[in-house]
């Protein structure tokens, strides 16, 4: 396979026998010797960056994390404004059933870290409240959600103490290039509304291929 990508493009061939480990192999033999020339040197309409298609977040899946504690009012209004904007939120946590806010109001889990994994969410949010933040950090799930989102270019919004989650999975607030992370928004629980807007512009961009690098950060 290697052999015949060096006739193909030496750049991707070279990467490839380096990630393999192997020497780069002679170029496998041509077919015909004249090289067909290429008709375009590159089609804008297969692109997904060119045809981003329609803004929104219409049947986007959102991943809510939350537990005993959490500062519950800036998630209820997330739950709210995410559902209004076409979008699908499901409240996860360390186990099944409810869990009590910091004013006493229940929220009705959906799903847990260890039965729903990260790569079917499109987005993330974390919750503030320290001790909210503190069980959540105690479930070993939670870092790999946390890391598998991140890795795979989703949004995240981070709220208050969540703060300390990002921290603890060595995630930073800058890209590879030294710019800020346009999908990774930290922002005080107080802060909720305006930060629910730029996450729904955040989720709308699908990914965020500036945190990727070879090898990854996380």
Known sequence: MVSGLRNVSEELASTLAISLGIDLPDPMPRAIEEVPRAEIDSAPSLSL???PGECGIATRQIAILVADGMTGAPIAMAVKGLTKAGAVTRLISTRLGFVTDNQGTRFEIDATLENTPAVLFD????????????????????LE??????????????MGES?????????????PSGD????LLLAPAANAKATLAQFIEAIGKHRHPQRESDPPRI
């Open 123 to 142: 987005a993330l949010v974390l919750p503030d409240g320290a001790d909210a933040v503190d069980a959540l950090s105690k479930d070993g799930h939670t």
């Open 49 to 51: 960056t060119a045809s």
């Open 163 to 175: 703060s300390k989650l990002l921290e603890k999975a060595a995630i930073v607030a800058d890209v």
């Open 180 to 183: 800020r992370d346009p999908g």
């Open 145 to 158: 959600f946390l890391k598998d989102q991140y890795r795979h270019g989703k949004s995240i919004w981070v």
